[in-house]
């Protein structure tokens, strides 16, 4: 999913989603464990390849050097 694809979906709440990667220098510095919730979404303009977003997601994880310190969870069995 591409960044303009993605500002396209809201929280339910309205919001804006937040880069994971823009995101995640930040929170390293203020946790030493933390948990990576994964979220999936039926509405059609978020559809998405599961198994890429997840790949995706890894790869910033270990890019940022954190792969010993994230714990991976998610609703969705298909992840």
Partial sequence: MTYE???????TNGEDIFLFQDRLPKIK????????DLK?????KCS????KYLDQVKQIVEENQL??????????PEL
């Fill in 5 to 11: 694809e993605l500002r396209k979906c809201k929280l």
């Fill in 29 to 36: 510095t203020l946790t030493s464990l933390f948990f990576i």
């Fill in 40 to 44: 999936t979404s039926n509405n059609a």
């Fill in 48 to 51: 998405q390849d599961k198994v």
């Fill in 67 to 76: 792969s010993e310190n994230v714990i991976f969870s998610s609703g969705d």
